[in-house]
């Protein structure tokens, strides 16, 4: 089959999949404490979920990231894994991962490396427990810590995401840094992007620029720039005293559109061509209108072909240019 290529030449190699909006937490840049969420019969079933991320990997598609949400809270979620299992057997799947914030490790680390997920991100902002229950608004940091551990115990490759949030974890920069490499884990930083609705004061005043933040590792550290890129948003650098790979992930401040291999998938079935864009694809209906999967092909060719050159973020100004209606649990970062 004809592998997806956008009309800027890039290869569509990687999905991401938002399997559920809900979550056992309340991040305070993610959701509103009250959060509405989506009646049942507009989510994906696995079963089209299944069918849905298939089609994808017979187009092309060599890279799965499960998100959410949380995706290990919805339910049976990991029939889902074990199904996806056979497109890494099959090789056409090169990578099946997810981005979770922890709280459910302890319960599926295991399972989740027996289906033959390799590595996975976790979302950790702080190692203070006052200060986690602040962010996290329900989560507890104990319950996460014990959820890393049945990750690496299992064999889990795990990569700490945390979100650069100004005056709130600036003062962890080393503790975190040094509590990874004692691990053996990366660690990428994210710079909080103006989604949601949560007004846009809140998102300008915690912005902590990741150059900054650079700049204050380089005077501990060594720091060596690494050419590797993953089509993503994310830059990398060598701690040369640890041997640690430090990320930043600079969606408003860099453009990494030109290189941009991936495309998002809500769990109602709505495809994302951009992060920072509006425009999306409903294939919910060409899914649930045929038992056929033509029509559903053909959506996501249409789809791929409506892939913008890049998003409009922008901070530079001191608004929020380009803001976003959508929660990130909606496309699950
Ligand atoms: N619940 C899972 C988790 O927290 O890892 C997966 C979904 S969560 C939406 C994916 C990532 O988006 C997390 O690393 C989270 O920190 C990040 N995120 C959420 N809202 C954000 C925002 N406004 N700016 C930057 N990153 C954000
Ligand atoms: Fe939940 Fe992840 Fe959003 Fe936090 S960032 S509220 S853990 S979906």
């Given at each position: 089959m004809t592998p997806l290529i956008d009309p800027f030449a890039r290869p569509v190699s990687y999905l991401r999949v938002s399997v559920t909006d809900r979550c056992d937490f309340r991040c305070v840049y993610c959701m509103a404490e009250n959060m509405t969420f989506l009646p049942k019969k507009e989510l994906l079933t696995l079963e089209e979920l299944d069918r849905l991320c298939s089609a994808f990997v017979r187009m092309g598609v060599e890279k799965l990231r499960i998100t959410g949400g949380e995706p290990l809270v919805r339910r049976g979620i990991m029939t889902f894994f074990g199904a996806m299992a056979r497109h890494l057997d099959s090789g056409a799947l090169k990578e099946l991962t997810l981005t979770t914030n922890g709280s459910q490790l302890g319960r599926f680390a295991a399972d989740l490396a027996a289906t033959g997920v390799r590595r996975i991100n976790v979302s950790?902002?702080?190692?203070?427990?006052?200060?986690?229950?602040?962010?996290?608004?329900?989560?507890?940091?104990?319950?996460?810590?014990?959820?890393?551990?049945?990750?690496?115990?299992?064999?889990?490759?795990?990569?700490?995401?945390?979100?650069?949030?100004?005056?709130?974890?600036?003062?962890?920069?080393?503790?975190?840094?040094?509590?990874?490499?004692?691990?053996?884990?990366?660690?990428?930083?994210?710079?909080?992007?103006?989604?949601?609705?949560?007004?846009?004061?809140?998102?300008?005043?915690?912005y902590w620029a990741l150059s900054d933040l650079r700049a204050r590792l380089a005077e501990r550290y060594t720091v060596t720039d690494i050419p590797e890129r993953t089509g993503g948003?994310?830059?990398?650098?060598?701690?040369?005293?640890?041997?640690?790979?430090?990320?930043?992930?600079?969606?408003?401040?860099?453009?990494?559109?030109?290189?941009?291999?991936?495309?998002?998938?809500?769990?109602?079935?709505?495809?994302?061509?951009?992060?920072?864009?509006?425009d999306n694809a409903d294939l919910r209906r060409p899914l649930r209108a045929s038992e056929s999967d033509a029509g559903l092909e053909d959506a996501i060719r249409e789809a791929i072909s409506r892939k913008p050159k890049g998003h409009d973020f922008d901070y530079s100004r001191q608004r929020a240019d380009g803001q976003m209606s959508r929660h990130m649990s909606h496309t699950g970062g």
């Open positions: 950790l902002d702080t190692l203070d427990e006052r200060k986690f229950a602040e962010v996290t608004r329900w989560g507890r940091l104990p319950q996460v810590l014990k959820g890393i551990d049945a990750a690496q115990a299992a064999g889990l490759r795990v990569k700490i995401n945390a979100v650069a949030l100004k005056g709130f974890n600036e003062d962890e920069l080393f503790r975190l840094t040094e509590w990874c490499a004692e691990r053996d884990m990366d660690l990428t930083w994210i710079e909080v992007m103006p989604m949601g609705d949560l007004g846009n004061e809140d998102r300008l005043d915690q948003p994310a830059r990398y650098v060598r701690l040369e005293e640890t041997g640690q790979k430090i990320g930043f992930i600079t969606p408003l401040s860099h453009n990494f559109c030109e290189s941009c291999n991936r495309v998002r998938l809500t769990c109602t079935g709505e495809l994302f061509m951009c992060l920072g864009q509006e």
